[in-house]
């Protein structure tokens, strides 16, 4: 009875914090309109500009197409990256110092955070399905619950490494510096904008260490019914990764100091 109410109490807990993390973001809508236009600048400006000189790599997918599942994971990455900068700014109005002398544990203050993150994902990367199909996109409900379940992962993953950086940094400049360092190659190694396969070694290798790659080829699996590596492979990898990443966000937030 007892473990059953542990249970609830710590739901009820990881949800207003996801419910605050929720109604900020719904507070922002420039935020969300700044976040879906630098995708949709990529897809139609480098889509249509580089798809113009005909780099087609794939038999009946343009450029455009092909790059639109990378366009989908730039979103998610810099959504969830930078969503850590948010850790900052509850240190500097000291709401994060009242969340950490309440009875809550650290746990449970990632993992709501960390879902707020995902929301604001996944908010973003359905705008960008929905412009997907108006480009034509193939999309069948069993290939959008699979960009669903992928894109959780992702930003699952992405959304712990955030907050875990922004846990260690007091300046909201520094993070921004640290992050771009971070969320760039993240991005460009990921073969969003160009196949993986013919690379040369160096690059090879670290493409294979990029986890948003994986996040990428299964999205263009689900989307456009190709890739690189087998599906399988790349969701087992995808989900080693994001239990890393958010092992990682744990540790980090039980070690973290309110001011």
């Avoid at 709501?112 to 929905?130: E, P």
């Avoid at 690379?199 to 948003?212: F, I, N, R």
Wanted: zero cysteines; glycine letters at 8%; charged letters at 10%.
């Amino acid at each position: 009875m007892q473990s059953t109410i542990s249970i609830e109490d710590h739901l009820t807990k990881i949800y207003a914090l996801w419910l605050r993390e929720f109604k900020v973001f719904m507070r922002e809508k420039s935020r969300l309109v700044a976040s879906t236009f630098t995708p949709i600048l990529w897809l139609f400006v480098i889509g249509s500009g580089l798809g113009a000189t005909n780099p087609s790599t794939v038999p009946g997918v343009d450029y455009q197409q092909f790059i639109f599942p990378g366009i989908v994971a730039m979103s998610i990455i810099f959504s969830s990256v930078f969503f850590g900068s948010y850790i900052i700014w509850d240190r500097k109005f000291d709401f994060l110092k009242s969340v950490m002398v309440a009875p809550v544990s650290r746990g449970s203050v990632f993992v709501g955070k960390t879902l707020g993150g995902m929301t604001t994902s996944l908010i973003q990367a359905a705008i960008l399905l929905a412009i997907g199909a108006a480009i034509g996109i193939p999309l069948t409900p069993l290939s959008l619950a699979q960009d669903i379940a992928i894109i959780l992962l992702m930003s699952f993953g992405l959304t712990s490494l955030g907050l875990a950086l922004g846990s260690y940094m007091y300046s909201l400049e520094g993070f921004q510096m640290i992050v771009s360092f971070v969320v760039f190659p993240l991005f460009f190694l990921s073969g969003a904008l160009f196949p993986l396969d013919n690379l040369p070694s160096w690059l090879g290798v670290l493409t294979a260490a990029d986890p948003a790659t994986y996040g990428v080829d299964a999205l263009r699996h689900a989307m456009l019914g190709v890739g690189t590596n087998s599906m399988e492979l790349d969701m087992a990898i995808l989900v080693a990764y994001t239990a890393a990443l958010g092992a990682f966000g744990i540790f980090s937030f039980n070690r973290m100091k309110a001011v």
